[in-house]
């Protein structure tokens, strides 16, 4: 069974930092693309940052470059999140495609996890 679960998510102040974590099991990780999406209240899901098989395809939304990094090992994600903003305020996902590149397209992604809430206070 593949479970992707998210931690690290909570509350913090406008300028801080946070470092998500994303848990991948029941599957072969390192062969997959991995992508961070976020869905604000009311909003729709908003990709944040994505990174293919070999780590060497690193893609950012444009509201989150130069504040955002992913990584990855052959087990987890990571996205390290600085100079948080309250429009940063969502619940994050984690998800992993099966091709291997990651990318912007939410479709592309066959397996999610069940989010983590990031809250950016003012």
């Known amino acids: 069974q593949v479970q992707l679960v998210e931690s690290g998510g909570g509350l913090v102040p406008a300028g801080g930092s946070l470092r998500l974590s994303c848990a991948a099991s029941g599957l072969t990780f390192r062969l997959y693309g991995v992508g961070w999406f976020r869905q604000a209240q009311g909003k729709e899901r908003e990709f944040v940052a994505s990174?293919?098989?070999?780590?060497?395809t690193a893609r950012y939304g444009e509201s989150v470059k130069g504040r955002f990094t992913i990584s990855r090992d052959d087990a987890k994600a990571y996205l390290q999140m600085t100079n948080l903003k309250p429009e940063d305020t969502a619940v994050y996902y984690c998800g992993a495609d099966p091709n291997g590149s990651g990318g912007t397209s939410y479709g592309r992604y066959a397996y999610w996890g069940q989010g983590t809430q990031v809250t950016v206070s003012s």
């Open positions: 990174l293919g098989w070999s780590a060497d």
